[in-house]
């Protein structure tokens, strides 16, 4: 058991801050988020024995995911009861991205809530793009989606954001 311990610590911990800033974007902020980033250390750890791959970044980061999608159910089951292209093109020619941009103004409000204003799975990949930093192949492992799935939500969500930012219509 410590050897386990002393490994998951080694190898998942440093990860934290990843998971709860995921959590934190799935959910909005809030208590939420912690719950959630609880759940998915504990799940983590629990199976961590059966753990055989290099990226744990990507495995944990999934299991936030489900841990997030796994509330959203459980809300759903509580509440039942009777009680883009241009974007591509900016960063290719070294243009400031909108919300390279945003940073830069200092205008973090805003760029938090337009992230925020996204639509789940949009969001998702842009925070783990962009902010996290993460690669189209992690992201896909992350999300148990396929790699072209998420170079086009993230293309989308990147086209959304920057209408949100701009203040253009984004057709949703």
């Not at 093109?89 to 996204?118: F, H, N, Q, Y």
């Not at 969001?123 to 396929?146: C, F, K, N, Q």
């Not at 086009?152 to 219509?169: C, F, H, I, P, V």
Request: proline letters at 4%; a negative charge; aromatic letters at 6%.
């Amino acid at each position: 058991m410590d050897e386990k311990r002393r490994r998951f610590e080694a190898l998942a911990m440093p990860h934290l801050d990843a998971a709860y800033n995921l959590a934190r974007w799935l959910t909005r902020g809030g208590a939420e988020a912690d719950d959630i980033v609880q759940e998915a250390m504990l799940r983590a750890f629990r199976s961590f024995d059966g753990f055989r791959g290099e990226a744990v970044r990507p495995w944990l980061l999934a299991i936030v995911r489900n841990c997030h999608r796994s509330a959203l159910e459980q809300k759903k089951r509580h509440a039942a009861a009777p009680l883009d292209d241009q974007n591509d093109d900016a960063v290719a020619s070294g243009d400031p991205t909108p919300e390279a941009s945003a940073i830069e103004r200092g205008d973090s409000r805003t760029l938090d809530k337009a992230i925020a204003a996204l639509p789940e799975e949009f969001r998702e990949v842009v925070i783990l793009r962009e902010l996290e930093e993460m690669s189209y192949r992690d992201i896909a492992a992350a999300t148990g989606t396929p790699i072209g799935t998420v170079m086009s939500r993230l293309a989308r969500g990147r086209a959304l954001l920057k209408a949100e930012l701009t203040g253009g219509s984004h057709g949703m």
